[in-house]
């Protein structure tokens, strides 16, 4: 998968799972204030990105600092990296 | 009406969660579709002699068990009559294949001893285990009043399976039959089992053991008037099919008959699986919604309730498991009954002569799937299935022990039968169940007022389900609050 085919899974992922609008999912969105998730979405995203890629995660403090969708971009796309 | 919380489900967390809630000082109503409180706690009465259905045993209630502060919170400390089970064996192991059989003592301390004296070459690794256990029991939120409540753990999620933790004992397959048999407590076969849930059901019997006089039963009156006695109201009969929301909160319910009850508040305990049912579209997001139907809910079981000619002695205050072959236990149901592990225990062994038994073996939906339609169980089919079963598990009871010779067949209850009692899909014995990599629900959901509670959120047995009501009432009031008034009465 390439890094553009990761990004555009995730971002239509977390759109449909979290009802949002594509136009406001840029890089630099912040998930929380901008996207309108708070503390308790986090797991509902952890297993999102969990079903959208196959994968487990587990690294809590990676998943605690994240505040934009690009920080999630980075995220998965050093797992597939990890995994592949 | 107006309240300020309704409750749905008058099961063990629901009350629970409903004497909390009464005793703050809110008008609290209760919900019920079964035509009783508690349908599967509350147990039944068949030729004299009363079966408990959901409740045998509980753990940690000794006099410096952790689980005794809450006990003696709710009140139930002066209402109910507790009995110790066997100190020299509450349960006990028998292995078909070679009619071994082996014995837990009550406490830490004489389990580490007992093992050790069995199995001396791994004493060591006997005690590190055990220490273990004993660390992650009593460290569960509110049996340690003072442990963090971590509202998102991808670490306690993560980790060791049951089944990898014993790797260590695997020359000695008779200590990990041992170790493991309480997954059936659970219904999380322990190679997904994660090993702090064993510790939280296995850990508080390994601490100590007792039964109540007058079982499941006398548990629901003494909640039951707890409840009346702060003001809270049950209504049964009562099955809730909407919950009501306006400006992005909860306001209520609705009811089969279209009655429209409001609250601030609303506690569903019923199986999680089933809250989006509840729900209008567009109120809570798909993610959470397909995370709660996605659930892994837990394998079912067939209950054989009988009676002994004999009495039967040898159960008295000791229940028994029996496993085909030494070796991790597994509640596999793609075998015949025969080859599956199962439980017994003595019905209503607080005072008397014990001559009722209750025998649980793990059993697929796929063995009554067929009857699963409504008004199917009076189907000539279904009753055959039942008879035929029935007089298998009585043969493998007597075969097993000599003591279950003269058993006559009272009632069996069937996946089909759990899932009418409990509502949990696929008649799973203990709704959704904790599995390694499953994040259960928080009590807290994204809409305000809307909260959750039962087994599913904790873990199950009256020491899960009693957390679970505190966890869920402990979002609302406050833990602080709650723990505060806990540790006033310890």
């Not at chain 2, 322990?190 to 039963?217: F, M, T």
């Not at chain 2, 049964?236 to 601030?264: F, H, P, W």
């Not at chain 2, 205050?317 to 070796?327: D, E, K, T, V």
């Not at chain 2, 809307?450 to 389900?465: D, E, K, R, V, Y």
Request: hydrophobic share 45%; net charge negative; aromatic share 8%.
């Amino acid at each position: 998968m390439t890094e553009a085919e990761v990004i555009e899974r995730i971002d239509s992922s977390l759109a449909e799972e979290f009802e949002l609008d594509r136009t406001d999912m840029t890089a630099e969105a912040n998930i929380y204030e901008d996207l309108g998730l708070d503390s308790l979405d986090t797991v509902d995203m952890v297993i999102v990105l969990e079903g959208a890629f196959d994968f487990k995660i587990r690294e809590e403090e990676a998943i605690r600092a994240i505040r934009t969708l690009g920080d999630i971009h980075r995220f998965v796309l050093g797992k597939v990296t990890e995994n592949s | 009406m107006q309240y300020d919380s309704i409750i749905i489900g008058a099961g063990l967390s629901g009350l629970t969660s409903a004497l909390l809630l009464a005793r703050s000082g809110r008008r609290v109503l209760v919900l019920e579709q079964h035509p009783q409180p508690a349908p599967v706690v509350r147990g039944f009465s068949r030729d004299g002699f009363y079966f408990d259905s959901g409740f045998h045993y509980a753990g940690g209630l000794a006099a410096d068990g952790p689980f005794r502060p809450l006990f003696r919170h709710l009140g139930l400390e002066s209402k109910l009559e507790l009995f110790p089970f066997a100190e020299s064996g509450f349960d006990r192991l028998q292995i078909s294949a070679t009619g071994e059989t082996f014995s837990l003592p009550v406490g830490f301390a004489a389990i580490k001893a007992q093992l050790g004296k069995q199995f001396p070459a791994v004493q060591a690794e006997i005690d590190d285990y055990l220490d273990e256990i004993a660390g992650k029991w009593s460290n569960f939120p509110y049996l340690n009043l003072d442990t963090d409540i971590a509202d998102f753990g991808i670490q306690t999620v993560h980790g060791a399976s049951l089944q990898e933790r014993l790797q260590v004992f695997s020359a000695y397959p008779q200590l990990q039959s041992l170790l493991s048999m309480h997954s059936l407590l659970y219904g999380v076969t322990p190679e997904v089992a994660p090993v702090s849930l064993n510790a939280q059901v296995a850990g508080s019997y390994y601490h100590s053991v007792h039964g109540i006089v007058g079982g499941g039963r006398a548990l629901v009156a003494a909640l039951l008037e707890l409840l009346a006695a702060a003001g809270g109201e049950v209504r049964c009969r009562a099955r809730v099919t909407e919950l009501l929301v306006a400006d992005a909160a909860i306001k209520g319910v609705r009811l089969a008959d279209g009655e429209e009850l409001s609250a601030a508040e609303v506690l569903v305990t019923i199986n999680p699986a089933q809250l989006p049912e509840l729900l209008s579209p567009g109120v809570l997001r798909p993610a959470y919604l397909k995370r709660l139907k996605n659930l892994r809910q837990t394998g079912s079981a067939y209950i054989i309730f009988a009676k002994s000619r004999r009495p039967l002695e040898f159960l008295h205050r000791s229940n028994l498991f029996i496993q085909p072959q030494a070796g991790v236990f597994t509640a596999d149901t793609d075998c015949p009954l025969q080859e599956r592990p199962f439980y017994l225990t003595a019905a209503d062994q607080g005072q008397g002569e014990v001559r009722g038994l209750i025998g649980v073996v793990p059993a697929g939906y796929a063995e009554v799937a067929e009857w699963a339609a409504a008004g199917m169980r009076q189907a000539e089919g279904y009753r055959a299935h039942k008879q035929r079963i029935g007089e298998q598990l009585l043969e493998l009871f007597a075969a097993n022990c000599p003591e279950l010779a003269e058993l006559e067949l009272l009632e069996l209850a069937t996946p089909l039968t759990l899932r009418d009692y409990s509502l949990a899909p696929a008649g799973a014995i203990y709704g959704v169940g904790r599995f390694l990599g499953q994040y259960n629900p928080h009590p807290v959901t994204r809409l305000p007022g809307l909260f959750l509670s039962g087994q599913a959120i904790a873990a199950p047995g009256l020491l899960g389900t009693l957390v679970a009501g505190y966890l869920t009432c402990g979002s609302i009031l406050g833990h602080e609050y709650l723990r505060g008034e806990i540790k006033a009465c310890c």
